[in-house]
Structures are given as structure tokens and as C-alpha cells.
């Protein structure tokens, strides 16, 4: 019933998760355990991202489940990928009238202070457009309206349940490993598309071609995912190679972790190593 077999990873980590929680919860506290939980919420969001983009499941029910599981795990609704990201950001590649464009935000930059706000300044922008798709399906699919409130009620639900039995371990092995998931999947914007040119129609996202990719569903190959937004991740390192050679070169990157601690640390002491904009400032606002 899957749509692909490598969704078999999909579904691992989406088991792994709570199987870590609960382990903790129930014979406490390990770092080992914690630092995998941790980085397992980054793999959730990017299952979320893609289930959003292409379900996982060849038919209804199973998909409704996927929903209302991924959900639970990353402690946000699913639906807002519907009106954030594939009715925006996918609809405008970053470009001048997507609601999270990097340079909105005081500027053309890439620097540390700019990609620790990101989150925030996309929240205070995206929230009001799924405020007014919501608005419109409760208009037009009162059904479907009710779909998308039962996701709120569900992770409310079990916060409160959780947090009624343990608060303190609801805080630590729930809420804040969930927190660290939603910041990683705005940030992740601001790593993809700053300093890249919202005006092109190729230059607009930089890839990480580092490892992390096979564990991170391919979410680093980012220009590719635009282009062929309903593919499936497990094909996009062929999609990659098919339009590399068109992206600047300053849009390929290596691993993720060097670019980080190149652009937002070394540039500091180095400034040969500030990262530069491929946008011309008349450009940018």
C-alpha cells in the first residue's frame, strides 16, 4: 500500500520516536537516547514535509492516519503545509511575494543572528495566511474544516494528558524535543535561501550534498525538490544531478554542518568567508 518502498524509512523513524520517549519516560533520563530523539524530530518534520508534498499511501484511510500521527509526533497540525509552504513557497520560490523570503526580514543577509530569528519572523508572517485558509475552508468545506481543528485538539489533548502525569517529563521528553523539531523546519528556509537570488528561476535555493542527505530524506537537495515538487525524496539525488550544473556554484554546497560553522562562525574571524548575495539590492525588497 506504499507508494514507494523506501518509505519504510519514513515509517521507522515515525516508530522510533515515541519508542524513545516512552523508553525514557518509563526508566528515565539518558543523553545517548535524548541526542537521538532530538535528531529524529528533525527526520519527522522532513517525513511531514514530504507526506504534505506526496502521500504516503496509495489509498485514503491510511493517509488520514499518517496525518493525524505525524500530527502527534511533531505537535503541529499537518494541514499548515497547505497553506504555507506548497500554496506559498513552493508558488513563489522565494521570490518577492513569498510570505518567508529571507531578505523580508531586515535585509539581503546571511549571518548567525539572521538564521536564529528566522523562525520566529516566519511565524509572526506565515501564521496570518493559515488563519485566512482556515477562514476559507470553513466557508467552503465545513468537513474538511473540521479535519484540520481535530489535529489542534488531538496534540492539545495529549499535551494535557502527558503533562498531567509527569509535567516535568512532558517538558523534557515531549515539548522541548518538539520545539527543536518546529525550529529546525524554519530555519531550514533560511539555511536553503539566504543569499540566494529570488528573482531567478534556477538560483533560488542552495543545496547540501553532504551526507546527512540519505538520513534526512534528501531535503538538502533543495533546487531539485522546487522544481519537482510531488516526486518522491528517494528520487531527487537524480533530479540533482539533471540541473546542477545550472545552479552557481556558490549554491552547491558540501555537508551541512561545514557550511553552518563556516558562514555563521569562521566568517566572524575570517571575513574571506562571509557569504555573499547573488541578489542586486534593488532587488531585494
Keep these: 500500500m506504499l507508494r514507494h518502498p523506501r ?18 519516560w518509563r ?12 535528531f529524529l524530530t528533525l527526520g519527522i518534520g522532513v517525513v511531514h514535509h514530504n507526506h ?14 499518517t496525518d493525524m500521527w505525524l500530527t502527534l509526533l511533531q505537535g ?48 509572526w508572517a506565515l501564521y496570518p495566511l493559515f488563519g485566512c485558509w482556515l477562514g476559507r475552508l470553513r466557508r467552503r ?3 474538511a474544516f473540521g479535519y484540520c481543528l481535530l489535529q489542534y485538539l488531538l496534540v492539545g489533548g495529549l499535551w494535557l494528558g502527558l503533562a498531567l502525569l509527569d509535567w516535568q517529563k512532558w517538558l523534557l521528553l515531549v515539548l522541548l524535543p518538539q520545539l527543536h523539531g518546529l525550529h ?22 542552495r543545496n547540501f550534498e553532504g551526507a546527512l542527505n540519505p538520513l534526512l530524506f534528501n531535503i538538502g537537495l533543495h ?39 563556516t558562514t555563521f562562525v569562521l566568517s566572524l574571524l575570517l571575513p574571506r ?6 541578489m542586486p539590492p534593488t532587488e531585494t525588497a
Design 273 to 278: 568567508y562571509q557569504s555573499q548575495p547573488l
Design 184 to 205: 529546525w523546519l524554519l530555519a531550514t528556509n533560511y539555511l536553503q535561501h539566504a543569499h540566494a537570488d529570488g528573482h531567478s528561476k534556477i538560483n533560488f535555493a
Design 141 to 143: 468545506a465545513p468537513g
Design 76 to 123: 503541529h497540525p499537518g494541514f499548515v503545509f497547505h497553506a504555507t509552504h506548497n500554496a506559498n513557497h513552493h508558488r513563489y520560490h522565494h521570490g518577492p511575494q513569498d510570505a518567508a523570503r529571507t531578505y523580508r526580514f531586515g535585509g539581503d543577509h546571511n549571518h548567525l543572528a539572521g538564521y536564529l530569528l528566522h523562525p520566529l519572523q516566519a511565524t
Design 52 to 65: 504534505a508534498h506526496l502521500k504516503m499511501w496509495r489509498s485514503r484511510w491510511p493517509n488520514r492516519a
Design 27 to 38: 526508566y528515565g533520563f539518558a543523553w545517548p537516547l535524548y541526542g537521538l530523539e532530538l
Design 7 to 24: 518509505d519504510w524509512q519514513s515509517l521507522l523513524y515515525m516508530l522510533a520516536l515515541p519508542a524513545l520517549v516512552a523508553w525514557q
Design 223 to 261: 533546487t531539485a525538490h522546487h522544481r519537482h515538487g510531488r516526486a518522491h525524496w528517494s528520487t531527487l539525488p537524480a533530479l540533482h544531478a539533471q540541473v546542477r550544473h545550472q545552479v552557481h556554484p556558490r549554491l552547491n554546497c558540501g555537508g551541512l554542518l561545514p557550511y553552518m560553522f
